[in-house]
């Protein structure tokens, strides 16, 4: 079973992925944020209107993101990554309907646009005296809504229910390969890495569900979860003709610090990537298993 950047020391203990989210104040209702996640940095201010009296808050943050690694061939490469940089717009509506003496209750909202352009070089002839330059736009469309619900007492069971609806039109380079050189002074033949074919886009649609479940009286909770992403065919925008992938994951986060710092923890989960159409580069069933330790996330943060 092929696993593309996926080597166990134990049977399901894969690559370690960092996240660390960090908020600090400019000015009132003016704060500036910074986050690592998922392979990528995000940076930009956030502005917060909040209406105590009754329970609504609305969010602006216009952020600018830009990828720290490469993850173009790992079978579960995050849907939000982008090999390029992004100005993203993201909008937040949160209702809390949480009452003195009852439940807590809140539902929160979040409308994301993202915007790239990338220039690209390719050799298509093999020789870098013919370069081709090609401009290309990226773009996608995301709506997320979070939910949490607890009882307003110590040790009561917490439920965060989260789902996701995401829409990509990525363009990405081509894979480097190995050209031969002419022949030099001595007869010896070299060669040398080039990208010799030009930039491809596919469409991708992918809905996601998680359920964030915390007992209340331990330092774990835990995270079933689903993706189910779409790819169309390459410049086309319809991401439903092409081929599909189911994933499974079921994370257990450990809470080192629960009392004190809640907003670091330590998760494990096995995934099943199940191919449910068409075909791609990796075995129709890929499994594994994941490990990530967060910081600066809140609670039951996930999707």
């Given amino acids: 079973?092929?696993?593309?950047?996926?080597?166990?020391?134990?049977?399901?203990?894969?690559?370690t992925g960092f996240a660390q989210n960090a908020t600090f104040e400019i000015l009132p209702y003016l704060n500036g944020t910074t986050s690592i996640k998922e392979g990528q940095l995000e940076i930009g201010p956030e502005l917060k209107w909040d209406n105590i009296a009754n329970g609504k808050s609305f969010l602006l943050r216009p952020i600018f993101r830009m990828p720290l690694t490469n993850k173009n061939e790992n079978v579960l490469q995050i849907d939000r990554f982008s090999s390029?940089?992004?100005?993203?717009?993201?909008?937040?509506?949160?209702?809390?309907?949480?009452?003195?003496?009852?439940?807590?209750?809140?539902?929160?909202?979040?409308?994301?646009?993202?915007?790239?352009?990338?220039?690209?070089?390719?050799?298509?002839?093999?020789?870098?005296?013919?370069?081709?330059?090609?401009?290309q736009s990226s773009y996608a469309f995301e709506i997320k809504y979070v939910g949490f619900f607890t009882k307003g007492k110590a040790y009561a069971k917490q439920f965060s229910p989260q789902f996701r609806l995401r829409y990509s039109y990525d363009w990405k380079a081509a894979n480097e390969v190995g050209v031969l050189n002419a022949p030099n002074s001595n007869g010896v033949i070299t060669t040398s890495n080039l990208i010799i074919d030009k930039p491809t886009v596919s469409p991708t649609f992918s809905p996601a569900f998680s359920l964030q479940i915390y007992t209340g009286k331990?330092?774990?909770?835990?995270?079933?979860?689903?993706?189910?992403?779409?790819?169309?065919?390459?410049?086309?925008?319809?991401?439903?003709?092409?081929?599909?992938?189911?994933?499974?994951?079921?994370?257990?986060?450990?809470?080192?610090?629960?009392?004190?710092?809640?907003?670091?923890k330590i998760g494990l989960s096995p995934f099943l990537s199940i191919r449910t159409k068409g075909t791609d580069k990796f075995n129709a069933i890929e499994y594994g298993g994941q490990l990530t330790i967060k910081f600066g996330t809140t609670f039951l943060q996930f999707l």
């Fill in 218 to 264: 331990n330092n774990f909770s835990y995270s079933p979860t689903i993706y189910y992403d779409l790819t169309g065919k390459g410049g086309q925008n319809n991401p439903f003709n092409n081929m599909a992938r189911l994933r499974l994951e079921s994370w257990v986060f450990f809470y080192p610090l629960i009392k004190d710092n809640s907003n670091v």
């Fill in 84 to 135: 390029t940089w992004r100005s993203i717009l993201s909008v937040q509506y949160t209702k809390d309907n949480t009452k003195a003496d009852s439940s807590i209750k809140r539902n929160s909202f979040n409308l994301q646009v993202e915007y790239g352009q990338t220039n690209f070089k390719y050799y298509p002839t093999g020789n870098k005296s013919n370069e081709i330059k090609s401009g």
């Fill in 1 to 15: 079973m092929r696993l593309k950047l996926f080597y166990s020391l134990f049977i399901l203990l894969p690559i």
